[in-house]
């Protein structure tokens, strides 16, 4: 029979655990700015197929698909980013800032556009949604659309908040704007490193099916580690996908969060 002793450091560890379970559940919850988040998974939008037809020529119901998104630019990188994903055939979607970014690159949003990319927002300042008023978040909603639409033809449906931080203010205006939220699964932490190795072995290491992996072109060490990325996948037998394509043959509801 063990020892009390025994079953007391067990009853303790278990505290412990649990302890930190809960600590980590109420930080989740504390960067999304709301007291509970309801998230739609892939698999459970494709569950739900409406009229519109399937995006390209990926079944991800069947396939191991993955998206690649990239957050806060374009940028000085951008250019090189979208010649390897030329050359590796490889579909993103694109998160972008309006200041110092879309208003400086414009050509290149025009590029992400005709070379099949999804354009997407990640509004025009980062500022953090749950910190300001209504209309401001509309201002930062409503203002990178109206120049993407320029530049691309297109009013972009999807958008990521700031730090993934998000709240019932922040769904309510995405779905009067016909916006949904996407956030991600992966995360490469590239803006704490310039290590492009470092980078590509955080995103294998948590990369599985139906991901969605968060990385910034604006970094110097995210591009470089792109290639690796993508062929380290492309063994495992991935298949890259843009978000909708992800979704499909469901599609992404206005106010409503994506998320793996």
Known sequence: MPSRTKKMKKTGAGLRAVTMSVAAASLALALTGCTRLETTAPSAARAQPTAQARFGTVDCSEAKCIALTFDAGPS?????????????????????????????????????????????????????????????????????????????????????????????????????????????SVTAKDYTTNDSALIRKRVLAQSSRDGIILLHDIYPGTVPAVPGIIDGLKKRGYVFVTVPQLLAPGTAEPGKVYRP
């Open 76 to 184: 000085e990188n951008s250019a090189r980013l979208l010649d390897i994903l030329k050359e590796k055939q490889v579909p993103a979607t694109f998160f972008l800032l309006g200041k110092n970014h879309i208003e400086k690159y414009p050509e290149l949003v025009k590029r992400m556009a005709d070379e099949g990319h999804e354009v997407a927002s990640h509004t025009w300042d980062h500022k953090i949604l749950t910190r300001i008023e209504p209309e401001e978040i509309r201002e930062e909603l409503e203002r990178p659309n109206k120049e993407i639409e320029r530049l691309t033809g297109h009013r972009p449906t999807l958008m990521r908040p700031p730090q993934g931080r998000t709240n019932d203010t922040v769904h309510e205006i995405c779905r009067e704007l016909g916006m949904s939220e996407v956030l991600w």
